[in-house]
């Protein structure tokens, strides 16, 4: 499969936890993106990579929030002293540095429920 | 702030019917307008995009329709299918400088196709 991939796919946590996401894109994409969505809605950007340089972070990304992108390949995303409010499916997207790199390909995401 | 907004939230269609889904932005600056399927467990999947440039793209069954004076776009979904059955959002974003391609997506609409 040379789809974007996520890991894990389901995580369980108690709150006040750290918990720690990867996602590893398709292998020619030099792009890189996290989302996350709520139930019932649509996703919502929090940050984007190209290459290993973290170039634009969304206000949703709070301190206790922190991705990663060494070596421009694969991602981490860390989620310190985890809320109930964290609960979301989070979503990694990568897309091609070739032309416009307009499509963005969507791994199948992380379920995080915090309890 | 909704950037793009949805409508309906949840659509019934017979087998071989029309399904039509819309969606409306506020921001001018808004140039690439592509459409993602999501089934139940999986990533949103694109499905077909269009730029400002043109009013109608289509392919195969899916056609966006695209208003740019009124700041609307919708997809039709012609001769629907049990098949098609899923979420569907629409999305917007600013193509920029540093070659981001950040989505902002609608709420969802539900499409239930009864065979």
């Known amino acids: 499969d040379t789809g974007v991939s996520q890991d894990p796919r389901h995580k369980i946590t108690k709150r006040g936890q750290n918990v720690t996401f990867r996602c590893d894109p398709i292998s020619e994409h030099n792009r890189l993106y996290w989302y996350r969505q709520t139930l019932g809605q649509g996703p919502e950007f929090l940050t984007y990579?190209?290459?290993?340089?973290?170039l634009e972070k969304s206000r949703l990304l709070s301190d206790r929030f922190s991705a990663e992108r060494p070596k421009g390949s694969f991602s981490t995303l860390e989620i310190q002293r985890t809320e109930q409010g964290d609960s979301a499916m989070y979503l990694c997207a990568s897309s091609s540095p070739w032309g416009a790199g307009t499509e963005a390909f969507f791994g199948q995401g992380t379920r995080l429920t915090v309890v | 702030q909704q950037q793009v907004k949805q409508s309906p939230q949840s659509l019934i269609v017979q087998k071989g019917g029309i399904s039509i889904i819309n969606c409306a932005y506020e921001n001018t600056a808004f140039d690439y307008f592509p459409w993602y399927q999501q089934f139940p467990g999986k990533g949103p999947a694109l499905l077909i995009a269009i730029r400002p440039d043109v009013s109608e793209k289509k392919e195969g069954r899916f056609t966006i329709s695209f208003n740019k004076s009124a700041k609307q776009f919708s997809l039709h979904i012609m001769d629907s299918q049990p098949g098609d059955s899923a979420t569907y959002f629409c999305a917007a974003s600013v193509l920029n400088w540093s070659g981001a391609n950040n989505l902002f997506f609608g709420t969802g609409t539900r499409l239930t196709v009864i065979p």
């Open positions: 990579f190209q290459n290993e340089a973290q």
